[in-house]
């Protein structure tokens, strides 16, 4: 009976270990199998066929993920040369305002001292370091007092005109009552001094910023545009300084004066540094203190 098993067996098994066979040595076949033309092995042709597509996918997605990573890269250090550079920008346009600050204090001081030349006067530069709180800041404080020769009443001036007077003081600094005020006052000329008889005072308006020209007769020529200047009289201003120039003007009669508007000639709304000149008017002459025709002899 193990005998018959056995090759029963052997019987049910034959055809499992030919194919087994067969299959083997179609394989030896394939792996010796070459290709007639370029005599490479037919499996390592068909093997390289079939993995080609995973290859390219496995490839593409390595290149995408290094230049994925490289982008990263490559824009945290843009980022920094952005930054860098809006610095090195920030700076150089700090530089550049500070530059020009100094550009401008220089001309403005250069004016100053300019004026020194042209009026003949001595004079203390002084920087505004307070303004009222009106619209057209009517009063103005400056860093120079007392202590540097700066007496009350004495006329504050940029290059451009006159600014106002000191009416107030301590040893280091002054208030200025700026000629725009109501309350300031001038005597002043349209045109040059000895050249025109359209002479009177010039008083300010608050705060329209301008100023009034008064008790010009209506027979003098005075057209917008004229400029204004000091005559001395006030007892204030040194003559021939800028008030400012003719911008509306209604014209008069033989028995009513113009009515004459003026802007100032000093931007007031932009005062940074002044000039006080150590202006001492002329004494007045003492009024005659006996009636006339008293003879003085008699007691």
Do not use: C
């Not at 299959?23 to 092995?41: E, F, K, P, Y």
């Not at 600014?163 to 000629?179: E, K």
């Amino acid at each position: 009976m193990a005998a018959t098993r056995t090759q029963r067996e052997i019987r049910q098994r034959a055809p499992i270990w030919l194919g087994i066979l067969l299959l083997t040595n179609l394989v030896i076949m394939a792996v010796d199998a070459r290709d007639s033309a370029t005599r490479q092995r037919l499996l390592r042709v068909w093997v390289q066929a079939l993995a080609s597509p995973a290859q390219s996918i496995s490839s593409g997605a390595t290149g995408a993920g290094t230049n994925f990573v490289r982008q990263i890269i490559n824009f945290r250090s843009t980022a920094n040369e952005n930054e860098q550079l809006k610095q090195q920008l920030s700076t150089a346009q700090l530089e550049l305002r500070n530059a020009q600050t100094a550009a401008a204090e220089n001309e403005r001081l250069k004016a100053l001292l300019n004026l020194k030349e042209q009026t003949g006067y001595e004079q203390v530069t002084a920087r505004v370091i307070a303004r009222d709180s009106s619209a057209w800041f009517n009063t103005i404080t400056i860093n120079r007092g007392s202590s540097s020769g700066i007496a009350l009443n004495m006329p504050v001036v940029t290059s451009s005109g006159i600014v106002g007077r000191v009416i107030s003081l301590s040893p280091w600094t002054a208030q200025v009552m700026m000629i725009t005020d109501e309350k300031a006052a001038a005597g002043a000329i349209v045109g040059q001094l000895g050249a025109s008889g359209a002479l009177g005072p010039v008083r300010g308006l608050g705060e329209s910023g301008l100023i009034e020209m008064r008790y010009v007769s209506g027979l003098e020529k005075v057209a917008v545009g004229d400029y204004i200047l000091t005559t001395g009289q006030d007892g204030i201003y040194p003559p021939g300084l800028t008030v400012g120039e003719v911008v509306q003007l209604k014209p008069g009669t033989a028995t009513q004066a113009h009515e004459i508007l003026i802007r100032p000639g000093a931007k007031l709304d932009q005062l940074e540094a002044v000039a006080v000149l150590l202006y001492q008017p002329p004494p007045r002459p003492a009024p005659e203190q006996t009636l006339p025709n008293v003879d003085k002899g008699k007691k």
